[in-house]
């Protein structure tokens, strides 16, 4: 594939990137000897870099480009909107294309869902959503409540409300304190379930909603505000839901007048064969929290759903939400989303998705040959690949040995070879991979050669 960057311009752009790009997540000590990755072009299921090399992109770039790259008909929809109105803030006012969109979501979210409130980003959402939730309780009289329950390695988001929301020590230690309130459950990784719920993963599903109901009580139930849970947690590496789980969980919130948050900013728009991922898994949220997938990547735009019940106390008199962001709603990002949404339509990608899943889960179990391998897990377009030593024991890798195989070799492996995925070791060592909705047989089947070769070498090297 031809590429527009000669050698000079690759070279200025690794001298300005190393002098003056500080990336996300990045140890920027790993490209002191060693360029910078660049990508420079999308193409459908496919980005390129600076020399023209193609990697089929099975992370949607971070779970975010549903319908692929390089769609010129939602680019010209911002575009347009760019022209005609490009910024208008949604402080006391509005602007046709949130209202289009608002309108659209509400008519596509589940039960009372009918409220937007718009953001630019997922940690915004979830951030707007716990606010939402403490100042809703004390507008009804229950100033107490302003703990937040989540599970353990989940990820909610970066910003200061949302990171204590978060589950994982590691990234949460360097901004310490936190805001207070958050307060950690068991999560619902079922390969890795406490031997008196192994043998049956109703009970353990059973089990682990059962938790969320002592931890409110030990924290008294009148101090709970919330409930976050991803449909399919991501951090860990996919973690459906067991049978029974999110039934068991709404009856307790019912209980105890907690708020259900579901935060959607990865399952929703498709990924996982349903606009929401709490239709998949028949739960009523009371929130639910978006981003990522509702522009595909186009433009950026988040925001929260909210139930009718939550509204009611700030319709009437002086009341308000006391919270706001300068771009959120931008009317450039809700254009890119509702052009997005017509490509949703058009090409029928939820029952893409949903016809396409057993072949991509078939196509990846095919790697539980390979003896570091153990496990296989996801739903939709979002699967997990646990990394084992032992696939007898599930014997997991200690940290140096899990920092020689992810990062010292995986993850630039795998590159190299073609293939955009995440090497992470937040939980146990895994492999995630969460494709452009569109993939079919050809991109699984790619996806799996690049993984049995990288893994096959890996286990090699142990």
Avoid at 3 to 11: L, R, S
Avoid at 295 to 321: I, K, N, Q
Wanted: hydrophobic share 40%; charged share 20%.
């Amino acid at each position: 594939m031809s590429t527009p960057y000669g050698p000079d311009d690759i070279a200025a752009l690794q001298e300005q990137a190393k002098r003056h790009m500080w990336l996300h997540f990045t140890r920027m000590s790993s490209y002191a000897d060693g360029d910078v990755p660049v990508i420079v072009r999308g193409s459908g299921q496919y980005v390129y870099d600076q020399h023209g090399k193609r990697y089929l992109d099975g992370l949607a770039g971070l779970f975010v480009s549903q319908i692929g790259h390089g769609r010129t008909e939602v680019a010209e929809a911002g575009a347009r909107q760019a022209s005609e109105l490009a910024y208008f803030p949604l402080w006391s006012y509005a602007h046709p294309r949130a209202i289009e969109l608002a309108e659209r979501l509400a008519g596509l979210a589940p039960g009372d869902l009918s409220r937007v409130f718009f953001t630019t980003s997922g940690s915004e959402a979830v951030e707007s959503a716990w606010k939402l939730a403490k100042q809703y309780f004390k507008v009804i009289g229950q100033p107490a409540r302003y703990k937040v329950i989540s599970r353990d390695i989940a990820y909610h988001g970066t910003s200061l409300g949302a990171l204590a929301i978060t589950g994982l020590a590691g990234i949460k230690e360097p901004f310490e304190p936190l805001p207070p309130g958050g307060v950690r459950v068991p999560n619902t990784n079922f390969y890795r379930a406490p031997s008196f719920a192994a043998a049956d993963e109703a009970t353990f599903g059973r089990w682990a909603a059962d938790e969320i109901e002592r931890a409110i009580l030990r924290e008294g139930p009148e101090s709970v505000a919330a409930v976050f849970l991803e449909p399919v947690q991501n951090s860990g590496g996919c973690f459906p839901p067991p049978p029974g789980y999110f039934e068991r969980v709404r009856e307790i919130c019912d209980t105890y007048g907690v708020l259900l948050v579901s935060d959607e900013v990865i399952c929703a728009f498709g990924r996982l064969g349903y606009y929401f991922g709490s239709q998949r898994y028949g739960y009523q949220p009371d929130i639910i929290t978006f981003a990522k997938g509702v522009t595909s990547g186009y433009a950026p735009l988040g925001g929260m759903m909210v139930s009718d019940r939550l509204m009611e106390p700030f319709s009437t008199g002086t009341a308000s939400f006391l919270h706001g962001v300068t771009f959120a709603g931008h009317p450039v990002s809700c254009a890119v989303a509702l052009a997005n949404l017509d490509v949703f339509e058009k090409e029928d990608l939820l029952g893409h998705v949903r016809a396409g899943e057993a072949a991509f889960r078939a196509t990846l179990e095919k790697l539980t040959d390979l003896p570091i391998v153990g496990e296989v897990r996801g739903a939709g377009y979002f699967y997990g690949i646990e990394l084992v030593k032992d696939k007898a024991t599930r014997e997991t890798f200690d940290d140096a040995e899990s920092e020689r195989l992810l990062r010292g070799f995986l993850s630039p492996e795998l590159f190299e070879a073609g293939l955009v995925c995440r090497a992470d070791d937040r939980g146990d060592p895994v492999i995630q991979l969460s494709p452009p909705l569109t993939c079919t047989q050809e991109h699984f089947d790619e996806m799996e050669q690049i993984l049995r070769d990288v893994l096959t070498r890996a286990w090699a090297r142990l």
